[in-house]
């Protein structure tokens, strides 16, 4: 059975609480709620709302709401676009094939991100997928039309007229010979959802507290993506709250990537990043 939508889920590896409906149906958390989560497990509760305020903050979600075809891009884009269309398919796929074939392309996707921070191995992937099966998620395949190998994919979150882009493995010598895999997936992701089916938006999610890679940045600049603002607050065990609190003056010199993800966190709930 699957988890209700506004649920919140304790994700093992931050140690900590986060919503797990879509992002424009979060509220704001009393201190009572967010101490009974705490009781349960974790150290600490990230808490979202007010989306998409006219306040520009130090948090945001990634999100498309609008779909404009090949016309809304710059040349370059576009170019890039059709020739990825022209080299390789996307479509969606059964779980089981991303089961079966996703592992070495997602931990080489990984090592190409030269980041600590963002480890992958058999144990995190088939925990990933468990994780993908409590919930209602999508697959889309990358197939290579020459050799009809499958080359990549990417799991998406789906509600009930939103969608966030989820993990994606893609070969990494695809990004270098010229069919744009990036490009295209994207572009058709974008069409199926904001334009097929008419969800209210799409979203990669929540602004990154490791900076582990430019996706974001990507999607901003060429797909038109914009940052929704909104409220963050962050609630910890007692113990944890003094950790941060006695670390903070020292984040810019902390290089210990889990520590540092912390405090770029709370560097944000203060408005000071």
């Not at 996307?90 to 996707?109: C, N, W």
């Not at 509600?159 to 493995?169: C, S, V």
């Not at 992701?189 to 602004?207: A, C, H, I, P, W």
């Amino acid at each position: 059975m699957k988890n209700e939508r506004n649920d919140w889920k304790y994700y093992n590896y931050r140690n900590a609480w986060r919503f797990a409906g879509p992002p424009h149906e979060e509220q704001k958390l009393n201190d009572e709620a967010c101490k009974n989560l705490l009781r349960m497990s974790g150290l600490m509760v990230r808490n979202t709302y007010d989306f998409d305020c006219k306040e520009e903050t130090c948090f945001w979600n990634l999100i498309k709401d609008q779909f404009g075809g090949l016309k809304e891009l710059t040349s370059n884009t576009r170019n890039r676009v059709t020739k990825s269309l022209e080299c390789l398919d996307f479509q969606r796929v059964d779980f089981s094939m991303v089961q079966t074939l996703g592992y070495p392309i997602l931990k080489a996707t990984f090592d190409d991100y030269a980041t600590v921070d963002r480890p992958m191995n058999q144990q995190i992937f088939e925990d990933y997928l468990r994780h993908c099966q409590c919930w209602d998620y999508e697959y889309w395949g990358v197939f290579d039309k020459n050799t009809n190998e499958f080359i990549g994919f990417c799991a998406n979150r789906l509600w009930e007229n939103a969608t966030e882009y989820g993990i994606i493995g893609i070969w990494p010598q695809y990004k270098h010979n010229g069919t744009f895999p990036y490009y295209g997936l994207f572009y058709e992701m974008n069409r199926y959802y904001l334009q097929e089916k008419s969800f209210r938006y799409v979203t990669d999610g929540s602004r990154s507290i490791t900076e582990h890679s430019n996706i974001q940045q990507f999607l901003e600049e060429k797909f038109r993506f914009r940052k929704a603002y909104c409220q963050l607050a962050v609630h910890y065990k007692w113990w944890m709250k003094i950790a941060v609190n006695s670390l903070y003056p020292f984040r810019k010199i902390i290089t210990l990537p889990r520590v540092k993800a912390i405090l770029n966190m709370e560097a944000m709930q203060r408005g000071e990043k």
